[in-house]
């Protein structure tokens, strides 16, 4: 029998055939939204590599990213000690949450304390996404779409750019400037990785060959 299988043996559905997915970006560990499965959509979603759910008030199957292009590519997924949750880990496009956020957990019951002095390290996952999302999506007066619809010759250009007032602040006094001018260059460069279809992952898998 092969490992699918027999780890598919080991699925413990509820009463009504159901199992809850956890969904998680696979590079961020973001907790991006939790729907449920029954055999059947955790069937398509193993044979199509995309999220499938089952929608309980509807009474069907739903492809997510069907009607918004957001879709979840499924990089991996994991079973609880008890065999009744899933966790998938997916390379999220776009949002997660019909709202238009990023993930389904917006709303706080505790507030978070500290917020002042958090830095969010996810950041670098969310503007790529977000300029992703531009590329699928075009919105009007985005400036992310206005240096895609130039083309690769302005991208390059601006990199090019932002590069030289990198050097340029480097060579001043001031570290805010900097750090301005370091995050103008990192903005561009992930428009050039989009343009050229070069994901963050990618990108991970390098640096880590050469880390290790």
């Known amino acids: 029998m092969a490992l699918e299988e027999m780890a598919l043996d080991n699925i413990k559905y509820d009463d009504k055939g159901l199992i809850p997915a956890i969904i998680q970006d696979i590079n961020s560990k973001e907790v991006l939204m939790m729907a449920y499965m ?7 979603t193993l044979e199509t ?6 929608s ?6 739903w492809n997510k990213g069907e009607t918004s292009g957001h879709f979840q590519y499924v990089k991996a997924i994991n079973y609880d ?3 009744d949750t899933l966790l998938i880990k997916v390379e999220q496009i776009g949002v997660a949450c ?4 990023r993930n389904c957990f917006f709303n706080e019951l ?3 304390t500290n917020r002042e002095n958090e830095v969010d390290i996810t950041i670098l996952e969310k503007i ?5 999302d531009r590329k699928l999506n075009p919105k009007e007066g985005s400036y992310t779409n206005y240096l895609f619809d130039k083309g690769i010759d302005k991208i390059l250009k601006k990199v090019g750019e932002e590069n030289a007032e990198v050097i340029i602040a480097a060579k001043n006094i001031n570290k805010e400037e900097l ?3 370091t995050s103008d260059l990192i903005y561009h460069l992930f428009v050039l990785l989009n343009e050229k279809e070069v994901s963050l992952e990618e990108i991970y898998k390098e640096l880590n060959k050469r880390h290790n």
């Open 38 to 44: 029954n055999a059947e959509s955790l069937e398509k």
């Open 49 to 54: 590599g995309t999220t499938w759910f089952w």
């Open 56 to 61: 309980r008030s509807r009474g069907a199957l």
């Open 81 to 83: 000690c008890d065999g």
């Open 98 to 101: 019909h709202t238009g956020a």
């Open 110 to 112: 505790v507030e978070q």
């Open 128 to 132: 790529y996404n977000v300029i992703k």
């Open 179 to 181: 750090i301005y001018e």
